[in-house]
């Protein structure tokens, strides 16, 4: 669909599909489950989501019942979507901790399973390296991190969706990038004051 | 760490002067490609919404919808304080409000409703002696007087012959033309149960 980037061609591309799935096209809103899915997926289940692919289909079905009122460009729209993501994941994670419920592991059930052994593959690789990377970070620290490279929003686009200052995830990330530097085991670079203790 | 650096590095990028992130941009780089990697499948409801053409959900009949809400709301609330009015107004009438309330309703309503001799807003007037020259008697009160009649009573509510309440349209005939009005003739109630209506 090419709508991502948020000017010139892109923008129209945007723009056309949006009124197309606003006045219900099966084609646009296809497009835009096609487009967006694998960002609000790999987020959600980034962060830690028990049922990521359920909850994406929620968020799209959620969108699609409010789209008509929705007004703005590509990249209000990427902020719209994820803080509906960001709302179902928060009530997912607050109501599973208030049932306190440890659900057995089962590999049958485990969504991240998948047909072909390449893409199989793939999956155990981002387990183990790299969607493990940022377990050890704090949940603030992981929301924006994840946003800024799955979901690939701005820092006031993240802002937004957080409810907080900018300057607030501005410090978040910088937190989290030393955090990171530190757990890979990288010396400390020499020209900036270390923020951990902040 | 710059905020450049900061930038490229979540790019999945290596800033040329800091081979030492090198490590940290491959991380990032191969985190966001695995999590963007995989596609999830829709739920039944959703592939329905998908393969439908039917328009989405107006949110705009929604907002047109919600006035129409308020209208039901603010008529039930009127008609539930002309309700709560009407037992206050009924409760009042008869006398059955506790005394504040009663007080304030008997100054609000002074005509509407009559008052009655048990209220503590009117004090029970002392009947005198038909001695007493200086009352006027009302129109209705020059009957013949009868001095065998049994003295009128102090008690308003007095079952007294003759001002049992019962002696309307027969004249007041309580001895000595006085029927303990007072100056009160023009009320709606001359303290001996005649209810204005004592003529002869």
Redesign the interface.
């Given at each position: 669909m090419g709508v991502r980037g948020g000017a010139g061609a892109g923008e129209s591309s945007f723009a056309s599909t949006l009124a197309a799935a606003q006045a219900g096209a099966s084609w646009a809103t296809t497009a835009i489950w096609a487009q967006y899915s694998p960002a609000v997926f790999g987020f959600l289940r980034a962060r830690g989501s028990a049922e990521p692919e359920d909850l994406t289909s929620e968020v799209f079905l959620t969108l699609f019942s409010t789209l008509r009122s929705f007004t703005g460009g590509e990249p209000e729209f990427r902020s719209y979507l994820f803080s509906l993501a960001y709302r179902r994941l928060v009530d997912e994670l607050r109501r599973r901790s208030r049932r306190g419920v440890h659900d057995e592991f089962r590999p049958e059930l485990d969504p991240r399973r998948t047909e072909s052994p390449e893409r199989d593959a793939e999956s155990r690789l981002a387990d183990r390296d790299t969607l493990a990377l940022l377990d050890s970070l704090p949940d603030d620290q992981r929301n924006v991190m994840v946003l800024r490279i799955i979901a690939d929003l701005t820092i006031e686009q993240i802002a937004e969706v957080l409810g907080k200052r900018p300057g607030a995830i501005k410090a978040l990330q910088r937190r989290a990038l030393e955090r990171l530097r530190k757990q890979l085991g990288l010396p400390r670079t020499p020209d900036e004051p270390s923020n951990d203790s902040e | 760490?710059?905020?450049d650096d900061?930038a490229m590095?979540?790019r999945g990028q290596t800033p040329d002067s800091?081979p030492?992130?090198q490590?940290?941009g491959q991380?990032?780089a191969?985190?966001?490609?695995?999590?963007?990697?995989?596609?999830?499948?829709?739920?039944a409801?959703?592939a329905d919404?998908?393969?439908?053409?039917?328009?989405?959900?107006?949110?705009?009949a929604l907002a047109i919808a919600a006035p129409a809400r308020r209208r039901v709301i603010v008529g039930r609330v009127a008609a539930a304080s002309i309700a709560a009015a009407m037992i206050v107004s009924a409760l009042g009438s008869a006398n059955v409000l506790p005394p504040a309330a009663q007080v304030v309703f008997d100054q609000v309503v002074p005509t509407a409703v009559p008052t009655d001799h048990n209220s503590p807003a009117v004090p029970a007037v002392p009947l005198q002696p038909t001695s007493d020259s200086n009352i006027k008697n009302t129109p209705g009160d020059d009957a013949p007087t009868d001095p065998q009649a049994p003295a009128p009573s102090s008690s308003p509510d007095s079952t007294a012959p003759g001002n049992s309440g019962d002696n309307r349209g027969k004249g007041n005939n309580n001895g000595g033309g006085n029927n303990g009005n007072h100056g009160h003739s023009g009320g709606p109630d001359n303290g001996n149960g005649n209810k204005g209506k004592n003529n002869n």
């Open positions: - | 760490m710059s905020a900061e590095l979540l800091r030492e992130l490590m940290l991380s990032l191969e985190f966001r490609g695995a999590a963007l990697g995989l596609a999830p499948r829709a739920s409801a959703l919404r998908l393969a439908s053409n039917e328009p989405l959900p107006d949110s705009k």
